[in-house]
């Protein structure tokens, strides 16, 4: 027999007053524009609902909303203190060498400096070494295929934090 009860995690988040529904869904995404869009689609039947409308909603977004989401993001290697989600996410930076730190703190100066942004990647999971590949990689792209990479590693740093949201405990 197969439950169609809304899993816990996912029955709590929809149950959330408005603005800790909001304060939730900012902590996942800085962009306001895909916040409102995930607030103005609850309750979710699903998690893959969840998950499918946030996708939506960074396939919407424009530039500036992009831009808004971005800053929301500190550098790799340099997570905000007392941030412990970015901390985490960037764990592959964590235990790396100072000639590593160094120079991927010389490849995101480099990056904001032609592209505007901060490097957008979706960390989790990935080495110091790995990290630094991607940006070497991606400094040479142009702005426009930068911007559509950056719209899709914001796609996935988004779907993992949606779904760490509405876990169950």
């Known amino acids: 027999m197969t439950s169609t009860a809304t899993p816990p995690g996912l029955a709590r988040f929809n149950a959330l007053e408005e603005h800790a529904a909001l304060a939730a869904l ?3 995404c800085a962009s306001s524009a895909w916040v409102r869009r ?7 039947a699903t998690v ?5 409308a946030g996708d939506a909603a960074v396939a919407d977004l424009t ?12 550098p790799i290697g340099r997570p905000e203190p007392g941030d412990p989600l970015s901390a985490r996410e960037q764990s592959g930076m964590a235990g790396a060498p100072d000639r590593l730190r160094a120079e991927m703190l010389e490849l995101n100066r ?3 400096e032609k592209f505007g942004h901060v490097f957008l990647v979706c960390a989790t999971g990935r080495t110091g070494e790995q990290l630094r590949d991607a940006v070497r ?27 760490r949201l509405v876990e169950e405990d």
């Open 26 to 28: 900012r902590e996942a």
């Open 38 to 44: 995930l607030l103005a689609g609850r309750p979710y």
């Open 48 to 52: 893959e609902a969840l998950l499918a």
């Open 63 to 74: 530039a500036a909303d992009l831009e808004e989401a971005m800053a929301g993001h500190p």
């Open 110 to 112: 480099a990056y904001r």
């Open 137 to 163: 990689e991606r400094i040479g792209n142009a702005p426009e295929r930068e911007r559509e990479i950056v719209r899709g590693e914001l796609g996935k740093i988004n779907r993992i934090r949606l779904a």
